[in-house]
């Protein structure tokens, strides 16, 4: 008898997390930038199923979404899409139809977290040159600031600047794997190297953390995740420790926040010396478990995983997870397809 052929992607979730995502009037923007895809987590009204929607995209990373604008980093650029149903639901059940409408072509910076500026500009994690940029009209970017241990702009991934957090408008905080200011140094310190810095003082705010990454200010409380031990926690800006709040079974990055839950992104690690060699892989060992790809809706309160969502298949890591307030069950128009020459819309 033949082996039955494993689906190409599947996703589960928890049995309550379709009631929840319905009942927070939300819905959730992924990237997964090792399978080109944007996926689309809503719920389907009438059957009270969840709605998945993907769009393939060259290699997506860091989104941002702001006013139904949707920012999303990839291979060489960032494209906003700008959704058109405005609440709309269209003949399918669709409330929110993102359209791509503007583009900034970057070349190839290795851009991780983007996030939206307080004039609406789009501000970027510029891994490969070690800073934070802006978009600029004739050039790849603009530089905005880089951490004081980088002697100066170069494309090589000197500390592997990955995460940014957002006040008001402002970068606030950013994380980095190490304090290293040579050409890929950073890999050598994956396991206890990371740092968080405050943006407007220059200064190290927490240290010894592995691999950082998606730090976020919540609740007026500085949010991270330390992706190599797999732990959501918060920094204690006063001491300067991380506190961890839980523990998930997966290489973390991707965060957002629904009130009081936590939308924390798992990975499987890849077998290569990226993740190899981290705290993780003990972790994983004696908790007995093996690592996952999903979604962890945790309570923030307690710690304790309220709901989770779960890919298998072709989707095994992730990099960016944003919730999408308002918006119930939205697509995308992509650019591999004939939808983008017939969507036309007029001021």
């Given at each position: 008898?033949?082996?039955?052929?494993?689906?190409?992607?599947?996703?589960?979730?928890s049995?309550q997390?379709?009631?929840?995502?319905a009942?927070?009037?939300s819905?959730?923007?992924?990237s997964?930038?090792q399978?080109?895809?944007?996926?689309l987590?809503?719920?389907?009204?009438?059957?009270?199923?969840?709605?998945?929607f993907?769009?393939?995209i060259?290699?997506?990373?860091?989104?941002?979404?702001h006013?139904s604008?949707?920012?999303?980093?990839?291979?060489?650029?960032?494209?906003?899409?700008?959704d058109a149903?405005?609440g709309?639901?269209g003949?399918?059940?669709?409330d929110?139809?993102?359209?791509p409408?503007?583009a900034?072509?970057t070349?190839?910076?290795?851009?991780?977290d983007?996030?939206?500026?307080a004039e609406?500009?789009?501000?970027?994690?510029?891994?490969?040159f070690?800073?934070?940029?802006?978009?600029?009209?004739?050039?790849?970017?603009?530089?905005?600031?880089?951490?004081?241990?980088?002697?100066?702009?170069?494309?090589?991934?000197?500390c592997?600047?990955?995460?940014?957090?957002?006040?008001d408008g402002k970068?606030?905080?950013?994380t980095?794997?190490a304090?290293t200011?040579?050409?890929?140094g950073w890999?050598?310190?994956?396991s206890g190297?990371?740092?968080?810095?405050d943006?407007a003082?220059?200064e190290?705010?927490?240290?010894?953390?592995?691999m950082?990454?998606?730090?976020?200010l919540?609740?007026?409380?500085?949010?991270v995740?330390?992706s190599?031990a797999?732990?959501?926690g918060?920094?204690?800006?006063?001491?300067?420790?991380?506190?961890?709040?839980?523990?998930?079974?997966?290489?973390?990055r991707?965060?957002d926040?629904?009130?009081?839950?936590?939308?924390?992104?798992?990975?499987?690690?890849?077998e290569?010396?990226?993740?190899?060699?981290?705290?993780?892989q003990?972790r994983?060992?004696?908790a007995?478990?093996?690592?996952?790809?999903?979604?962890?809706?945790?309570?923030t309160r307690?710690?304790?995983?309220?709901h989770?969502?779960r890919?298998?298949?072709?989707?095994?890591?992730l990099?960016?997870v944003?919730?999408?307030?308002?918006?119930?069950r939205?697509?995308?128009?992509?650019f591999?397809n004939?939808?983008?020459?017939?969507?036309?819309?007029i001021?």
């Open positions: 008898m033949e082996e039955t052929e494993k689906p190409a992607f599947v996703v589960t979730g049995r997390f379709a009631s929840w995502l009942e927070s009037t819905s959730l923007a992924i997964t930038y399978s080109s895809k944007v996926i987590i809503g719920t389907n009204k009438q059957t009270g199923r969840l709605s998945v993907e769009r393939t060259e290699r997506p990373m860091g989104m941002a979404f006013d604008r949707l920012a999303v980093a990839s291979m060489i650029q960032i494209t906003s899409f700008v149903a405005r709309t639901p003949a399918a059940g669709y929110a139809l993102f359209v409408q503007s900034t072509y070349a190839d910076l290795d851009i991780h983007v996030a939206y500026g609406g500009e789009l501000v970027f994690v510029n891994t490969l070690s800073c934070l940029a802006t978009a600029s009209e004739t050039h790849s970017f603009k530089p905005l600031w880089k951490p004081s241990f980088v002697s100066r702009l170069a494309p090589e991934d000197r592997h600047l990955n995460g940014l957090a957002m006040r970068p606030a905080y950013v980095c794997v304090e200011d040579v050409a890929d890999r050598e310190h994956r190297g990371g740092v968080v810095i943006v003082s220059g190290i705010v927490c240290r010894g953390l592995s950082p990454h998606s730090p976020r919540h609740e007026g409380r500085l949010w995740l330390n190599g797999g732990e959501l918060t920094i204690d800006l006063a001491t300067g420790r991380f506190e961890p709040l839980a523990f998930c079974p997966g290489y973390l991707g965060l926040f629904v009130g009081p839950y936590a939308l924390v992104g798992l990975s499987e690690p890849r290569n010396r990226t993740f190899a060699g981290l705290p993780l003990d994983l060992a004696a007995k478990v093996g690592p996952r790809c999903g979604v962890f809706v945790i309570d307690t710690g304790d995983v309220a989770w969502l890919f298998e298949g072709v989707v095994n890591e990099y960016d944003v919730s999408l307030p308002g918006l119930a939205p697509m995308m128009i992509g591999k004939e939808e983008i020459r017939r969507t036309v819309s001021e």
